[in-house]
């Protein structure tokens, strides 16, 4: 064996103790040494040998005493125990057995024995954590292979007491086809029989790979060293003369089912251990899997979030640019026309000017009256081609090609103008006042401004069903500028409130609005470097308050950025 097990000897004598750690070292063994029972408890405590190796008489506790004590305490039980001794009496032997010990040997054993002994210890060795008692005696089954039909009876009579069953072969083959079709706990096997031997039985049995490997026990009338190792080598896990006293042998079949429950419950509790760690995986698995989904969501949201944006900032970069087009089509078109129109009026009212004063005799009254009319018509015509013309500059005022520059705005001239364009839905029910303070430029993005108000002023509009009023107020101070629109409609119910601002929510039926109005506005202001606050009180009547800074020196990213998209052809 080349594992390299760990030992613990709990000899008060140093010689024997130096003899034992000297043997097992040359094996390849860890070996530690502990001179009392307290001291090896203790060492103990820190971590289980792979095999206990314990004087039966020790200083203070005793060496049976401290393989009860191991055996009563859960967390160390589990360790196997081999105990020394210089008596050779078998009471000695069976008080050891009894107390706990899985094998018991003389301090004069052969060295080659008593390594034979330690090995087949250290192939069972295992930490677990076993339960002793009768209960688990009263669910072994036991089988007795042997020729002798006299010494079967004998045992059976002798294991009659015992709290387990027993039952019997005459013979190897008999006992294995047994083996294979029923599980044992343990078997007694005879060394010599005329079929078989024990050393057979017991190889036979480790090749068949039996569910439950029953522990071996070979009987020999005998002891021989050479049949012991060829036993132990075959895996056998004990061997006991057939002349020993029976209470040895009860004992020793009390410590090979112990330390085979031992394996069991090992086996037992590493499968628990592996379904424990193996649900505690699938649980951390699902956890993982429940916060992976929780980041995603969150980050499919947030990408949701941007991608909102960017649409908004698209729609209104792709509108204005439109807007900008269109104006400029329609001031281009209408303005060639009108300029002839006008400067025609103003040639036929020179022309009609030096009739009048070629004319000697005095005109009739009648005609007279009639020039007067064709002059107040031809004034109409120009008063309505002057309004034409304001149109288009209010057009070009809102559209504001210069949209991506920082520029020098009227504001009250703005707002004039958007109101010119909500002028018919306002006409005959809806009453605007005006409250327009000492300041009256701002440096902002005039286009984008524009908009804001456009939207802002156009929902008030639309919240007045019937009559009302909408208040538009102007100020400046503290470095900011204020833009006020109070309007006496329905309000905005406080559920809604802080969604208001969300792109693509809207209250109005479908058709009717795409809920990015007040959303690209915030986003606009922001991009001022200022904020929009929405005051909406229970009795009805809602107030938008613009609040820019005075001084965009900081706050001019925002048109930079439409800059970038336009020149990367965004419009």
Same mark, same amino acid.
């Given at each position: 064996?080349?594992?390299?097990?760990?030992?613990?000897?709990?000899?008060?004598?140093?010689?024997?103790?130096?003899?034992?750690?000297?043997?097992?070292?040359?094996?390849?063994?860890?070996?530690?040494?502990?001179?009392?029972?307290?001291?090896?408890?203790?060492?103990?405590?820190?971590?289980?040998?792979?095999?206990?190796?314990?004087?039966?008489?020790?200083?203070?506790?005793?060496?049976?005493?401290?393989?009860?004590?191991?055996?009563?305490?859960?967390?160390?039980?589990?360790?196997?125990?081999?105990?020394?001794?210089?008596?050779?009496?078998?009471?000695?032997?069976?008080?050891?057995?009894?107390?706990?010990?899985?094998?018991?040997?003389?301090?004069?054993?052969?060295?080659?024995?008593?390594?034979?002994?330690?090995?087949?210890?250290?192939?069972?060795?295992?930490?677990?954590?076993?339960?002793?008692?009768?209960?688990?005696?009263?669910?072994?089954?036991?089988?007795?292979?042997?020729?002798?039909?006299?010494?079967?009876?004998?045992?059976?009579?002798?294991?009659? *007491?015992?709290?387990?069953?027993?039952?019997?072969?005459?013979?190897?083959?008999?006992?294995?086809?047994?083996?294979?079709?029923?599980?044992?706990?343990?078997?007694?096997?005879?060394?010599?029989?005329?079929?078989?031997?024990?050393?057979? =039985?017991?190889?036979?049995?480790?090749?068949?790979?039996?569910? *439950?490997?029953?522990?071996?026990?070979?009987?020999?009338?005998?002891?021989?060293?050479?049949?012991?190792?060829?036993?132990?080598?075959?895996?056998? %896990?004990?061997? $006991?003369?057939?002349?020993?006293?029976?209470?040895?042998?009860?004992?020793?079949?009390?410590?090979?089912?112990?330390?085979?429950?031992?394996?069991?419950?090992?086996?037992?509790?590493?499968?628990?251990?592996?379904?424990?760690?193996?649900?505690?995986?699938?649980?951390?698995?699902?956890?993982?899997?429940?916060?992976?989904?929780?980041?995603?969501?969150?980050?499919?949201?947030?990408?949701?979030?941007?991608?909102?944006?960017?649409?908004?900032?698209?729609?209104?970069?792709?509108?204005?640019?439109?807007?900008?087009?269109?104006?400029?089509?329609?001031?281009?078109?209408?303005?060639?026309?009108?300029?002839?129109?006008?400067?025609?009026?103003?040639?036929?009212?020179?022309?009609?000017?030096?009739?009048?004063?070629?004319?000697?005799?005095?005109?009739?009254?009648? $005609?007279?009256?009639?020039?007067?009319?064709?002059?107040?018509?031809?004034?109409?015509?120009?008063?309505?081609?002057?309004?034409?013309?304001?149109?288009?500059? %209010?057009?070009?005022?809102?559209?504001?090609?210069?949209?991506?520059?920082?520029?020098?705005?009227?504001?009250?001239?703005?707002?004039?103008?958007?109101?010119?364009?909500?002028?018919?839905?306002?006409?005959?029910?809806?009453?605007?006042?005006?409250?327009?303070?000492?300041?009256?430029?701002?440096?902002?993005?005039?286009?984008?401004l524009n908009q804001v108000l456009m939207n802002i002023i156009a929902n008030a509009v639309d919240a007045i069903e019937g009559e009302g009023t909408i208040t538009i107020s102007t100020r400046a101070g503290n470095g900011t500028f204020l833009i006020s629109v109070r309007d006496t409609g329905r309000g905005i119910p406080k559920a809604i409130r802080h969604r208001i601002f969300e792109p693509f929510f809207t209250t109005k039926p479908v058709g009717r609005g795409t809920g990015l109005g007040l959303?690209?506005?915030?986003?606009?202001?922001?991009?001022?470097?200022?904020?929009?606050?929405? =005051?909406?009180?229970?009795?009805?009547?809602?107030?938008?308050?613009?609040?820019?800074?005075?001084?965009?020196?900081?706050? *001019?990213?925002?048109?930079?950025?439409?800059?970038?998209?336009?020149?990367?052809?965004?419009?």
């Amino acid at each position: 064996m080349n594992h390299p097990y760990r030992i613990l000897i709990v000899e008060d004598s140093s010689t024997q103790a130096l003899r034992l750690r000297l043997l097992f070292e040359a094996e390849g063994w860890e070996v530690v040494c502990a001179e009392t029972a307290e001291t090896a408890l203790a060492q103990l405590a820190g971590g289980l040998p792979d095999l206990l190796v314990v004087d039966y008489y020790l200083p203070g506790i005793r060496g049976d005493e401290l393989c009860r004590q191991i055996r009563m305490n859960v967390h160390i039980r589990g360790v196997p125990i081999l105990m020394l001794t210089v008596e050779e009496i078998h009471l000695a032997e069976t008080r050891g057995l009894e107390s706990g010990a899985d094998d018991y040997l003389p301090k004069s054993v052969d060295s080659d024995i008593l390594l034979l002994r330690v090995r087949a210890l250290l192939r069972q060795s295992e930490s677990a954590v076993p339960r002793w008692g009768d209960s688990f005696f009263g669910r072994a089954r036991l089988l007795a292979i042997d020729d002798s039909p006299t010494y079967l009876q004998y045992l059976m009579d002798e294991l009659r *007491s015992e709290p387990y069953g027993v039952e019997q072969a005459t013979g190897g083959e008999e006992g294995l086809g047994r083996l294979a079709g029923e599980p044992f706990d343990c078997v007694l096997v005879d060394l010599v029989m005329p079929d078989l031997d024990g050393i057979q =039985v017991c190889r036979r049995i480790r090749e068949m790979h039996l569910d *439950s490997i029953p522990a071996v026990l070979i009987l020999t009338a005998h002891e021989n060293k050479d049949d012991m190792t060829r036993g132990l080598d075959a895996g056998a %896990d004990d061997f $006991v003369g057939k002349s020993s006293d029976m209470a040895v042998l009860k004992a020793r079949i009390r410590a090979l089912l112990r330390r085979k429950f031992v394996q069991e419950e090992n086996r037992r509790i590493v499968e628990e251990l592996k379904n424990k760690e193996l649900e505690a995986a699938r649980t951390r698995a699902e956890k993982e899997a429940a916060e992976a989904r929780a980041t995603l969501a969150e980050e499919l949201a947030e990408v949701n979030r941007k991608l909102k944006e960017a649409q908004m900032h698209l729609i209104q970069t792709e509108k204005m640019a439109s807007l900008g087009q269109l104006v400029a089509g329609i001031a281009h078109e209408i303005n060639n026309p009108l300029a002839f129109a006008l400067n025609n009026l103003f040639l036929i009212e020179q022309e009609a000017q030096r009739l009048i004063g070629q004319i000697d005799p005095p005109l009739p009254a009648s $005609v007279l009256a009639r020039l007067v009319r064709i002059r107040e018509l031809r004034r109409d015509v120009q008063k309505g081609l002057e309004r034409v013309k304001e149109l288009v500059a %209010d057009l070009r005022t809102f559209s504001r090609l210069d949209q991506g520059n920082l520029t020098t705005i009227d504001v009250p001239e703005s707002i004039e103008s958007v109101l010119r364009f909500l002028h018919h839905q306002m006409k005959n029910r809806i009453r605007v006042d005006k409250e327009y303070g000492p300041v009256h430029t701002l440096s902002c993005y005039g286009g984008q401004l524009n908009q804001v108000l456009m939207n802002i002023i156009a929902n008030a509009v639309d919240a007045i069903e019937g009559e009302g009023t909408i208040t538009i107020s102007t100020r400046a101070g503290n470095g900011t500028f204020l833009i006020s629109v109070r309007d006496t409609g329905r309000g905005i119910p406080k559920a809604i409130r802080h969604r208001i601002f969300e792109p693509f929510f809207t209250t109005k039926p479908v058709g009717r609005g795409t809920g990015l109005g007040l959303a690209i506005s915030y986003g606009i202001i922001q991009a001022h470097g200022g904020r929009i606050e929405v =005051v909406s009180p229970p009795g009805g009547g809602t107030e938008f308050v613009i609040k820019i800074p005075l001084n965009l020196e900081g706050a *001019s990213d925002y048109g930079a950025s439409q800059n970038q998209r336009r020149s990367a052809g965004g419009g």
